[in-house]
């Protein structure tokens, strides 16, 4: 089954630039979606089709997806952005998630 | 406004079966693909199952066979009927709707929490 990877845990300083990688084969042949879910909360989508941000979604948060890497990147990082994030593509009429990367703003 | 409500969630003894329920409001179901998503106690997303805007239903392998997804038009509720269930099957289970381009998901419901224990 496709599977996607995530670093774990990622720190970062506030007003600095986050780069939340995940990594799958061919993903870039696929769309990359990108979710941020805060403890207690519902997943929120930041991210559809690579690079393309909802209505609401600030303009720090931004994506890009290329070769079999897809990455989520957060510059000006706020402490509010401390979060989980979980990256998402379909393979094969299947939705998949990989594994979450804890952000943490300290 | 445009959202989904999830309902059904519970404590049932392994090998038992539930059925939890998804009410949609601003939107039909059948025009949007529909998925349900776990998440265990600590643990990140998982992918449970989905139901194409024709009908075609998918699911996980860990669920293929004992959970099965519908909705009902009329109602404007989507569905999951677990049966056999599993003390893995311990989880938050969220009920989201696609963005219409059948890629993201964007709208979730709040969840609602399935407890399979003895």
């Known amino acids: 089954s496709y599977e996607l990877t995530q670093p774990p845990s990622l720190s970062v300083s506030p007003g600095q630039t986050a780069t939340i990688t995940c990594s799958g084969d061919k993903l870039g042949h696929k769309y990359a979606s990108w979710y941020q879910q805060k403890p207690g909360q519902s997943p929120v989508l930041v991210i559809y089709q690579d690079s393309k941000r909802p209505s609401g979604i600030p303009e720090r948060f931004s994506g890009s997806n290329s070769g079999n890497t897809a990455t989520l990147t957060i510059s000006g990082t706020q402490a509010l952005d401390e979060a989980d994030y979980y990256c998402?593509?379909?393979?094969?009429?299947?939705?998949?998630f990989g594994g979450g990367t804890k952000l943490t703003v300290l | 406004e445009v959202q989904v409500v999830e309902t059904g969630g519970g404590l049932i003894q392994p090998g038992g079966f539930l059925r939890l329920s998804c009410a949609a409001s601003g939107f039909n179901v059948n025009n949007n693909y529909m998925t349900w998503v776990r998440q265990a106690p600590g643990k990140g997303l998982e992918w449970v199952s989905v139901i194409y805007t024709d009908g075609r239903t998918y699911y996980a392998g860990s669920v293929m066979g004992r959970f099965t997804i519908s909705r009902d038009n009329s109602k404007n509720i989507l569905y999951l009927q677990m049966n056999s269930l599993r003390a893995e099957d311990t989880a938050v289970y969220y009920c989201?709707?696609?963005?219409?381009?059948?890629?993201?998901?964007?709208?979730w419901g709040q969840g609602t929490m399935v407890t399979v224990s003895s």
């Open positions: 998402q593509a379909w393979d094969s009429s299947h939705v998949v």
């Open positions: 989201a709707r696609d963005r219409g381009s059948s890629d993201a998901f964007g709208i």
